[in-house]
């Protein structure tokens, strides 16, 4: 089955819930072995542990911001094998204008999407270059396809993500990595369209941004983590064996 990762070691960043969550329980079913980051050791969601989801692994506890977390993390992996998969997914978002958004909170959006995957990439793709084999996937956003209001800090971390997926292509190929990004749209685990449906703003609070994105979104739901998990899954595989510095939407049809 060319969609299978049997035989590969994994890095995802952001693992313990959502998105990350999701990929790393998708590798597990498709023989990958899987090494988590994330900075929580329990689900900030409510959802399952890592541990109960993947077979072959763990969840490592750190911060991807920081060069020492990074570190043990590819120590831990080292136990394993090196990683000849690496999803850089571990993110956060935010809210405010240029104007609202203070400096720490620009350097933080940068540190965590950007340097992150820095730290990550540089650190796995040397042995990536040995074994002729590598596949990395940048977890970006619609956000940096469209505009998406108040998220100047976000949007362009996420930019220069799909800037850095294009440039290590562009660098490593030759040497048997491919490098590509998703880009996801509004992925929402318990969320249906239908609950945002006839309520007030007032009701919907910070849910009311939602609206005008599901309502730019051509199918007509929202999307949850595994449909997300299926496109990192099918990027990391040899069917996508001809796919690289490639930014795939998954949005449901939004940024076209
Ligand atoms: N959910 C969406 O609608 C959506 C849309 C576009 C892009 N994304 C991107 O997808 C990725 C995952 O988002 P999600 O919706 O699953 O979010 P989430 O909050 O459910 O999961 C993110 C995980 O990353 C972890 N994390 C946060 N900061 C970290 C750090 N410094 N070091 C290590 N781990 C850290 C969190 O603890 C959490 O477990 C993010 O990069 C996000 O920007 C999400």
């Not at 292509?169 to 685990?189: F, K, L, M, Q, T």
Request: glycine share 10%; charged share 25%; net charge negative.
């Amino acid at each position: 089955m060319q969609t299978a990762l049997d035989g590969h070691t994994a890095i995802v960043t952001g693992a313990g819930a959502g998105i990350g969550r999701a990929t790393a329980s998708l590798f597990s079913d498709r023989g990958a072995t899987v090494v988590g980051l994330d900075i929580n050791s329990e689900p900030h969601d409510g959802g399952p542990h890592f541990d109960d989801l993947v077979e072959s692994g763990e969840l490592v506890v750190g911060d991807v911001s920081d060069p020492d977390s990074v570190d043990e993390l590819f120590d831990i992996c080292r136990e394993y094998d090196d990683p000849s998969i690496v999803v850089n997914n571990a993110g956060i978002g935010s809210r405010g204008t240029i104007e609202e958004i203070d400096l720490k909170m620009w350097r933080k959006m940068y540190s965590i999407h950007v340097e992150g995957a820095y730290h990550v990439c540089r650190r796995a793709i040397p042995k990536m270059t040995d074994r002729g084999d590598g596949r990395i996937v940048n977890m970006a956003s619609v956000g940096a396809l469209v505009p998406y209001r108040e998220s100047a800090d976000y949007a362009s971390a996420k930019g220069a993500l799909i800037s850095m997926t294009r440039q290590l292509a562009g660098d490593y190929s030759e040497h048997g990595i491919r490098v590509n990004a998703v880009a996801p749209g509004i992925i929402r685990p318990d969320l249906e369209k239908a609950d945002l449906e006839g309520k007030s703003a007032e009701e919907l609070g910070e849910q009311a941004r939602l609206v005008s994105a599901t309502n730019r979104t051509l199918l007509p739901y929202i999307g949850k983590p595994e449909d997300v998990a299926e496109a990192v899954a099918f990027l990391c595989s040899d069917a996508a064996r001809f796919i690289t510095a490639q930014t795939l939407p998954v949005d449901g049809g939004w940024s076209i």
